[in-house]
């Protein structure tokens, strides 16, 4: 199986932010941000291993900044790793305001997702090729996280 490059997975999408997607206050659910997130990431991964994928994990979400009715939200996801049947995908969430063009970070996460077959068993997924120092080094954070998760999955089976 020949290997896919980090940019063969990239996903921009943009979304505006309604009043049925915010809170009392005008500010966005988190919950309706972490929905795009999901679907951003979804469509890297499928992008990469051109099979259904399911989420299997989300890292810990921080929001830094909210994010009005009126102003875009915008999501850009490419795979970090990939692994057997598994990858890591980065998904980096930014506010514009339509009016000012002032672009704010709200928040960035990974998630992991895990492609299937016709069966819906895992199924492997293309080697990811990096190119450039900065995906080279996403891709070893990556491992990284990978390792974390699985010692935390480990530790938590032990109770």
């Known amino acids: 199986m020949n290997g896919k490059t980090v940019k063969e997975s990239n996903v921009e999408m943009t979304e505006l932010v309604l009043p049925s ?9 988190g919950g309706q941000i972490l929905a795009w997130v999901d679907i951003a990431g979804s469509i890297s991964a499928t992008r990469h291993a051109r099979a259904v994928c399911v989420t299997a994990s989300v890292d810990a979400f921080q929001f830094v900044a909210p994010v009005p009715v009126g102003h875009w939200v915008c999501l850009k996801a490419s795979v970090n790793y990939a692994h057997r049947t598994s990858m890591e995908v980065g998904v980096r969430v930014d506010s514009e305001n339509p009016i000012t063009g002032e672009i704010t970070h709200v928040a960035s996460s990974y998630l992991t997702f895990v492609a299937l ?12 090729i990096t ?3 900065e995906e080279k080094r996403r891709a070893q954070d990556a491992q990284i996280r990978r390792q974390s998760r699985l010692k935390l999955k480990t530790e938590l089976a032990k109770k």
């Open 21 to 29: 997607h915010t809170n009392p206050i005008g500010t966005i659910f």
């Open 117 to 128: 077959d016709h069966n819906k068993k895992p199924k492997v997924v293309p080697a990811l």
């Open 131 to 133: 190119e450039t120092p």
